[in-house]
């Protein structure tokens, strides 16, 4: 029996065989907060670019939808109706009755819109109709004076863009065919 006593080393409290800890070495948890922090840094970074993808396609549905108003509202006020635009990483514009500046408050009666609170992520890279900044409905057909396009873009490179057809129809579609459910340019 003495023999085993020498084989196996007991523990000097208890007098049972020594066993090895439960725990985590220091390399173990190191190792497990460097995957965490890799995980959480690529979720994160989805979550940005979902985010500005909504962003860009819901400005674009936005402008799409106040395009077809401001032609509907001329038709029934049998009013001319204008739509400026200010592009840039500021933009706006404005809808009203003649030409106005969007980035003035209250300078378009009808209607202000700007992009840092409809999409902060989105800029305007162009917005011309036939080389101005303005885009004019006729009262009597409802018809734009111009045809043009407003051209979106995410700060990761996604675009979108806004066609004013001569029609004075619109359509999204996109330059770059990056978004799916949006036919190329």
Request: proline content about 2%.
């Amino acid at each position: 029996m003495k023999s085993h006593a020498i084989t196996k080393r007991q523990s000097k409290q208890t007098g049972s065989p020594c066993k090895r800890s439960s725990g985590y070495t220091l390399v173990e948890l190191l190792i497990s907060v460097v995957v965490s922090g890799v995980l959480v840094t690529s979720a994160v970074a989805g979550i940005n670019s979902g985010l500005e993808r909504k962003q860009l396609i819901h400005a674009a549905h936005a402008i799409e939808s106040d395009l077809r108003l401001v032609r509907q509202e001329a038709l029934t006020t049998n009013t001319n109706m204008v739509v400026s635009w200010d592009a840039g990483t500021a933009w706006c514009y404005g809808i009203d009755t003649s030409t106005c500046n969007c980035s003035t408050t209250s300078d378009c009666g009808v209607k202000e819109v700007s992009g840092a609170t409809l999409a902060p992520r989105v800029s305007v890279t162009d917005a011309t109709f036939s080389g101005a900044s303005a885009v004019t409905f006729d009262r009597v057909r409802g018809m734009a004076d111009s045809s043009g396009n407003i051209d979106l873009q995410g700060s990761s490179g996604l675009d979108l863009r806004v066609e004013l057809l001569a029609s004075s129809r619109t359509r999204i579609c996109s330059p770059s065919d990056t978004i799916a459910g949006y036919p190329a340019c």
